[in-house]
């Protein structure tokens, strides 16, 4: 198992740019999640899902659209970057008898100029 | 917002001493959950707590979870330079359909010979 796959692993974008970051599992977790890691802050989440089709807030949405289609991917999309969402990403999982993220993928550091 | 606060933020030890790390709220948590995280890479999940009192051990590392549940320490005995890492606890609250995970700011850990 490949466990879970973020791409890119690194990105600088301009301000007013969009992009898609990539995240994928293979473990069949129903639990998927986002989380973005600014320096001395801890992991705030900005969204989660508990299945395919089904997405909810985190703490820190704004800026920030989700989508389910699959159990397999969970793509987070940056419509207009902005300074501010200069952080590490990281996407997580779990099964669905432990609703709290097990496993993370290695993150995707971005940077907004 | 449930606030779990981390201490101490930065600590360096000698290969062979002990420490402690704690983690503290003013919340109850359902459960609790440390992670250990190196440079560039994400969280790796080392044990979860659901108890009020539980000690769990993992070779070296001992976690307890406090009495009421808003509380936790991390205690490592003999450290080594694998030791080394971000030690990240997270506290969980059932809400609704899924559980919310709120991360402390993390203890940096550096272990030298």
């Known amino acids: 198992n490949a466990g879970v796959t973020q791409t890119p692993k690194f990105r600088i974008l301009k301000i007013g740019q969009s992009m898609t970051l990539q995240c994928t599992q293979d473990m069949n977790h129903n639990y998927m999640y986002w989380y973005r890691q600014d320096p001395g802050m801890g992991l705030k989440l900005i969204y989660y899902?508990?299945?395919?089709?089904?997405?909810d807030k985190g703490e820190v949405p704004n800026g920030y659209n989700i989508s389910r289609s699959t159990t397999e991917d969970f793509p987070l999309r940056l419509e207009l970057a902005a300074p501010s969402q200069t952080s590490v990403y990281f996407c997580?999982?779990?099964?669905?008898?432990?609703?709290?993220?097990?496993?993370f993928g290695s993150g995707t550091r971005l940077t907004v100029v | 917002t449930q606030l779990l606060e981390q201490s101490p933020q930065f600590l360096s030890i000698q290969e062979g001493e002990n420490l402690t790390v704690y983690c503290n709220s003013s919340?109850?948590?359902?459960?609790l959950q440390w992670y250990r995280q190196e440079p560039g890479e994400g969280p790796v999940l080392l044990v979860t707590v659901v108890t009020g009192g539980e000690v769990k051990k993992l070779k070296r590392l001992t976690f307890q979870f406090g009495d009421a549940r808003k509380d936790s320490s991390l205690h490592i005995t003999a450290a080594q330079p694998g030791d080394t890492g971000l030690y990240l606890c997270?506290?969980?609250?059932?809400?609704?359909?899924?559980?919310?995970?709120?991360f402390g700011t993390g203890t940096r850990l550096q272990v030298t010979l």
């Open positions: 899902s508990v299945g395919a089709g089904i997405t």
């Open positions: 919340s109850v948590f359902s459960s």
């Open positions: 997580a999982s779990s099964y669905s008898g432990n609703q709290l993220p097990g496993t």
């Open positions: 997270a506290g969980a609250a059932n809400t609704g359909t899924a559980s919310k995970l709120t």
